[in-house]
């Protein structure tokens, strides 16, 4: 069995970054109700969206977000294609509904898509594409190959020296 948790440092330093602000606050204003409320949800939040643990196991794969909310099953024999992708900015982190289909991240740009037999897509973040993918392959699942792009199949050398 695979398993694999990536931490979400992007979400540690924007809830750091705000969390300076609310400690000066705090310091300026005293602990009154709204502050402390404020302080609760942001703890939540970092404790609900620390890291997405990536499971392969003998008939399905599964990921979640932190102790295991807000994830998603899949069984294996419901995959026709994987292949390595990267991300862009316009994906974000966390939950959402692209043209690339459902995106699941929390850190960086690596991710696999995940294609299913109705046409639905998945990409969901690691930053252990390689071991992810060797799992899945081990499991028998179909790896894309990756594409060449324009510019591993055509060299142009050009002198700058003009």
Do not use: C
Not at 81 to 90: D, I, L, T
Request: charged share 15%; hydrophobic share 45%.
């Amino acid at each position: 069995m695979y398993q694999h948790k990536q931490y979400a440092v992007f979400i540690f330093f924007v809830l750091a970054w705000i969390g300076g602000f609310v400690a000066l606050a705090w310091n300026l204003l005293g602990a009154d109700g709204p502050l402390m409320i404020f302080t609760g949800i942001l703890v939540l939040v970092g404790f609900l969206f620390h890291g997405l643990t990536v499971k392969v196991d003998d008939n399905k794969i599964s990921w979640a977000f932190g102790p295991g909310v807000a994830g998603q099953s899949i069984l294996l024999s419901e995959i026709t294609e994987v292949k390595a992708v990267q991300n862009s900015y316009r994906h974000g982190i966390g939950i959402r509904i692209t043209h690339d289909g459902w995106v699941y991240t929390v850190s960086g740009f690596s991710a696999i898509q995940l294609t299913l037999k109705d046409g639905t897509m998945y990409r969901v973040g690691t930053n252990d594409q390689k071991g992810l993918l060797a799992a899945l392959k081990e499991k028998k699942v179909s790896i894309a190959l990756p594409s060449k792009t324009k510019s591993e199949t055509e060299v142009v050398k050009r002198n700058n020296m003009i």
